[in-house]
């Protein structure tokens, strides 16, 4: 699964996207049915996994942990920005500018890989 992902992000074909959460009536319903725990695709933990992600035009979701959703999420912001300055659609900066907004997200995969989400820094 770790490969298809990195090949979707190279190929711009992946989607991440919350988990729909639909108000339940006062009926008691199980935890899954509820949007609660359910196991992480990638890393395999039963988390509470408020994302999923989808391949292109398949029809399948993986559901992620939050910790998995940074990662990727991270690797992707990196990856779009490389696509921009590599299409020239980043015009207006020199450069400069652009190693340190590309060493930026160079730093926020880091953190990402040891766990730190960016709105924690």
């Not at 049915?33 to 035009?57: M, N, V, W, Y």
């Not at 029809?59 to 990856?79: M, Q, W």
């Amino acid at each position: 699964l770790g490969s298809a992902i990195l090949e979707a992000v190279e190929q711009n074909t992946l989607s991440v996207e919350p988990v729909g959460f639909q108000p339940l009536p006062v009926v008691k319903a199980s935890a899954v049915e509820c949007g609660g725990p359910k196991k992480c695709a990638l890393s395999g933990q039963t988390k509470t996994c408020k994302h999923r992600i989808k391949f292109g035009d398949s029809s399948s979701y993986y559901y992620i942990s939050p910790f998995c959703r940074y990662r990727i999420t991270a690797v992707c912001n990196f990856f779009t920005y490389i696509r921009y300055i590599h299409q020239g659609l980043v015009k207006q900066q020199d450069a400069e500018q652009m190693f340190w907004e590309v060493m930026q997200l160079r730093r926020e995969m880091s953190f990402a890989k040891l766990g730190y989400y960016k709105d924690q820094l």
